[in-house]
Every structure is written in structure tokens, then in C-alpha cells.
């Protein structure tokens, strides 16, 4: 059974740092991409970053120069490292597993999605 589990979230003022964690298991993990969304309420899923079994990252631009997306192959866990934050990165974050999928910020070609981890931002 494939499993994703996000951690890490929390209450943070504007301006800090947060790292999250996506613990996978069910799957050989050296054979997804893997990627990180966002969702505040009322608005659509909104993708944040990518990266390949290999490490090849994408970025939103939103998050471009504040968001660090890296992967332990070891450990089955993708991390998310989040500094500069900012009210508007208020949102529940989702990781996603794409199998042998090229980076893509589109979230229907994602097969396994986590439970979310609520990432609040106080101004």
C-alpha cells in the first residue's frame, strides 16, 4: 500500500523558516518524481516545486529563491525547506508521487497524494 506522509508544518511570523518532510513507503522510491502543492482555502491546488529521482528541481515562480526542494533516495523522504516565509504561503502543503515522470507542475499527473500539513504565516 502506497503511503505518503507529510510533517512539519506549523504557526510561523513572516520572515521565518520552515522544513517540511514527505515520508513515503509502498513504493520504490528511486522511481518518482516527486512534487510539493499548496492549497489555501477557496483557491485551486497550487504547485510549489519538483524534483526527479535524480535530483532535477522546478520551481513556481513564487517560491523561486525562498524554497529548497531535496530528496533522501536512503530515507524515502523529500523535504522542503522554506525560508523567507510569507502570509501569502499560508496553505496546507501536499506532496505527490509521479512514477518515471519528467517534472511536471501539473497535479493530475501525480498518482499518490499525502494528507497535507497546514503551513500558517502570521504577519
Known amino acids: 500500500q502506497v503511503q505518503l506522509g507529510e510533517s512539519g508544518g506549523g504557526l510561523v511570523q513572516a520572515g521565518g523558516s520552515l522544513r517540511l518532510s514527505c515520508k513515503v513507503s509502498?513504493?520504490?522510491?528511486?522511481?518518482?518524481?516527486m512534487g510539493w502543492f499548496r492549497q489555501a482555502p477557496g483557491n485551486e491546488r497550487q504547485f510549489v516545486s519538483a524534483i526527479t529521482w535524480g535530483g532535477n528541481t522546478n520551481y513556481a515562480d513564487s517560491v523561486k529563491g525562498r524554497f529548497t526542494t531535496s530528496r533522501d533516495n536512503a530515507k524515502n523522504t523529500m523535504y522542503l525547506q522554506m525560508n523567507s516565509l510569507k502570509p501569502e504561503d499560508t496553505a496546507v502543503y501536499y506532496c505527490?508521487?509521479?512514477?518515471?515522470?519528467?517534472?511536471?507542475?501539473?497535479?493530475?499527473?501525480?498518482?499518490?497524494w499525502g494528507q497535507g500539513t497546514q503551513v500558517t504565516v502570521s504577519s
Open positions: 505527490a508521487g509521479r512514477r518515471f515522470g519528467d517534472l511536471t507542475s501539473t497535479p493530475r499527473d501525480y498518482n499518490y
Open positions: 509502498g513504493v520504490t522510491f528511486n522511481y518518482y518524481t
